[in-house]
């Protein structure tokens, strides 16, 4: 084959179709929003980072067990976490151009004494112009040292769920993933290399039935008709393969895919292109849930976006799932 290139050898490009492949510049610069992290327990380098792949707004969510103190939590600690993250959000704006809003919630991962001080506050945090969500929150199987019945558990989502209905906010789910990633062989009895939580202190699963992550989140959907929110109010985030077929063929609520740790999960790109292709982009979200003690990924919407196209999906679709969704269902501004 002759050459047109001025090389002392043979090389790839004399061997390469004439037609060029139409990949959109415009996929470098397509905006994002990540509707689930705890980016106000990140490095500030780790926040640029965000700015620097294109994140446009975020939601961080202050809720969660693993920045109280174990045993026991009180509401104090919770509070605390909901204080914290108004305390850095203005100064995480002012740094990094991106606009940082918030959602707090009671977290049911683990025991909380004296809940009702925290739901009874929590009616003044959803007045405030930064708060766009309340959670995370749900039904949780597995519990970390002390337990919370399945009881309990629902009396706290469900006020949670009346106070989103009253303010008009959405909610955000912690829905259980059913793991499909590389579990460890070694180190017996130590944490889970990548995520800074001692798994030995896991108290028994609340819920035993043969698919606890799914029955927790039916449980969740039934809680949201108890408390008479809409179910267009719920992003189910960690959605997975166990939980998308139920929530989006028997409710109304959004899936937020989680693709900032597919080592622990399993989930990736090419599930969201597949739920896509399937069910159409209308009530699909992605987040990078990134945090402080897990090993995760800034960089893993700006990752799937690429992956994305890469996988036949359009760019009209990504630019929904990645943007347009998450701007609507938590009314950021444009």
């Known amino acids: 084959?002759?050459?047109?290139?001025?090389?002392?050898?043979?090389?790839?490009?004399?061997?390469?179709?004439?037609?060029?492949?139409?990949?959109?510049?415009?996929?470098?610069?397509?905006?994002?929003?990540?509707?689930?992290?705890?980016?106000?327990?990140l490095s500030w380098e780790d926040r640029e980072r965000y700015a620097l792949s294109g994140c446009q707004s975020m939601v961080m969510v202050a809720s969660?067990?693993?920045?109280?103190?174990?045993?026991?939590?009180?509401?104090?600690?919770?509070r605390f976490l909901w204080d914290d993250a108004i305390n850095r959000r203005r100064a995480i704006e002012n740094n990094h151009f991106f606009?940082?809003?918030?959602?707090?919630?009671?977290?049911?991962?683990?025991?909380?004494?004296?809940?009702?001080?925290?739901?009874?506050?929590?009616?003044?945090?959803?007045?405030?112009?930064?708060?766009?969500?309340?959670g995370e929150t749900g039904i949780t199987p597995s519990q970390h040292v002390e337990a919370w019945g399945i009881d309990e558990q629902r009396a706290v989502v469900q006020a949670q769920m009346e106070l989103a209905d009253e303010h008009g906010?959405?909610?955000?789910?912690?829905?259980?993933?059913?793991?499909?990633?590389?579990?460890?062989?070694?180190?017996?009895?130590?944490?889970?290399?990548?995520y800074e939580k001692n798994a030995s202190l896991a108290s028994s699963p609340v819920i035993t039935a043969d698919n606890p992550a799914l029955e927790a989140v039916?449980?969740?959907?039934?809680?949201?008709?108890?408390?008479?929110?809409?179910?267009?109010?719920?992003?189910?985030?960690?959605?997975?393969p166990n939980n998308a077929e139920y929530l989006l063929e028997e409710t109304e609520c959004y899936l937020s895919f989680t693709v900032g740790y597919p080592w622990l999960t399993g989930v990736t790109a090419a599930d969201v292109a597949e739920v896509i292709r399937e069910y159409g982009p209308d009530r699909i979200l992605?987040?990078?849930?990134?945090?402080?003690?897990?090993?995760?990924?800034?960089?893993?919407?700006?990752?799937?976006?690429?992956?994305?196209?890469?996988?036949?999906?359009?760019?009209?679709?990504?630019?929904?799932?990645?943007?347009?969704?998450?701007?609507?269902?938590?009314?950021?501004?444009?």
Request: hydrophobic content about 35%; some cysteine.
């Open 1 to 41: 084959m002759p050459s047109n290139y001025p090389t002392r050898r043979p090389t790839d490009a004399e061997y390469l179709p004439d037609e060029t492949v139409d990949l959109p510049s415009s996929l470098l610069n397509l905006p994002w929003i990540d509707c689930h992290n705890h980016a106000q327990t």
């Open 286 to 334: 992605v987040e990078t849930d990134c945090a402080n003690v897990l090993r995760t990924d800034v960089f893993s919407v700006k990752r799937t976006i690429f992956d994305l196209y890469r996988m036949g999906i359009s760019e009209s679709d990504i630019r929904q799932v990645v943007f347009e969704n998450p701007r609507n269902v938590f009314s950021l501004e444009e």
């Open 64 to 78: 969660g067990y693993h920045w109280t103190p174990y045993k026991p939590v009180v509401a104090d600690d919770v």
């Open 218 to 240: 039916e449980i969740d959907v039934q809680t949201a008709k108890d408390a008479r929110l809409d179910e267009e109010r719920i992003v189910a985030s960690h959605a997975d």
């Open 169 to 194: 906010l959405p909610i955000i789910l912690h829905t259980p993933n059913r793991r499909t990633g590389d579990s460890p062989t070694y180190r017996v009895g130590a944490s889970t290399p990548g």
């Open 99 to 134: 606009d940082a809003d918030l959602a707090v919630g009671v977290h049911t991962g683990v025991r909380i004494e004296n809940p009702d001080e925290l739901l009874a506050a929590m009616d003044e945090y959803c007045r405030l112009d930064e708060v766009v969500a309340l």
